[in-house]
């Protein structure tokens, strides 16, 4: 049965914040427990396709006891092999007709957009949701864009035809304004990852989002 698609607080695992494969287990639990609606793996080192495999698969085990999806950014064909909820692609990845062709209509599909022009070409009857960053300066993506900002994050919210995360540099002291845009939820990475209260810095992320809507 397919999972339900609430983005309220989309968490964004980073296996070297995390510690490896057990820390990401160990960080999903936890943060699930409190509050994490969605999981996505996304590595921004060079990481093995068994390494992908043995990660996804792990993190699958923990999230098929709860309603919350896995999403495999990138790599469809890891998504396949687990059979995830869903994958997410960027701009430079396989293009949204093929992962749609690639996956079916049974998963999700998540695109990241960064700009007006972008947003222009979404494929809306293909794409679930969107990503919209990054919204502020970033560390943790290598390859991000330049940051979008609170005000043409605000036109990009008017515009979309579909749910969206705002992600990138967003954490407890900023995420009201973001939210206050409209936009359904937050995507997050070091905001969890690597914390060392990991229940406190999600339950927190949640009492804060709760507060801003």
């Not at 936890?30 to 921004?44: D, F, H, P, Y």
């Not at 998504?79 to 960027?90: E, F, K, M, N």
């Not at 969107?130 to 043409?152: C, E, F, N, R, V």
Request: hydrophobic share 45%.
């Amino acid at each position: 049965m397919k999972k339900q698609l609430d983005l309220t607080l989309y968490l964004v695992l980073d296996p070297l914040l995390c510690g490896g494969i057990d820390g990401m287990v160990t960080t999903t639990k936890i943060a699930v427990e409190n509050g994490v609606t969605a999981v996505q793996l996304r590595s921004e080192q060079e990481y093995s396709g068994k390494n992908w495999y043995d990660a996804a698969q792990a993190l699958k085990e923990v999230l098929s006891r709860t309603q919350v999806p896995l999403f495999i950014n990138d790599h469809v064909d890891i998504a396949l092999a687990i059979d995830a909820d869903g994958v997410h692609i960027g701009q430079s990845d396989l293009p949204v007709d093929v992962t749609r062709r690639l996956i079916g209509t049974d998963k999700w599909l998540g695109l990241s957009v960064s700009n007006q022009s972008q947003l222009e070409n979404v494929p809306w009857h293909l794409v679930d949701y969107l990503g919209i960053g990054p919204i502020y300066p970033t560390a943790t993506k290598k390859d991000a864009a330049a940051a979008t900002g609170i005000a043409q994050l605000k036109e990009l919210v008017k515009a979309k035809q579909c749910p969206a995360v705002a992600i990138g540099g967003i954490g407890v002291n900023n995420l009201t304004e973001v939210i206050q845009t409209g936009i359904e939820g937050i995507a997050v990475v070091s905001a969890i990852c690597g914390q060392a209260n990991l229940a406190k810095a999600t339950s927190d992320l949640i009492s804060k989002i709760k507060q801003a809507k």
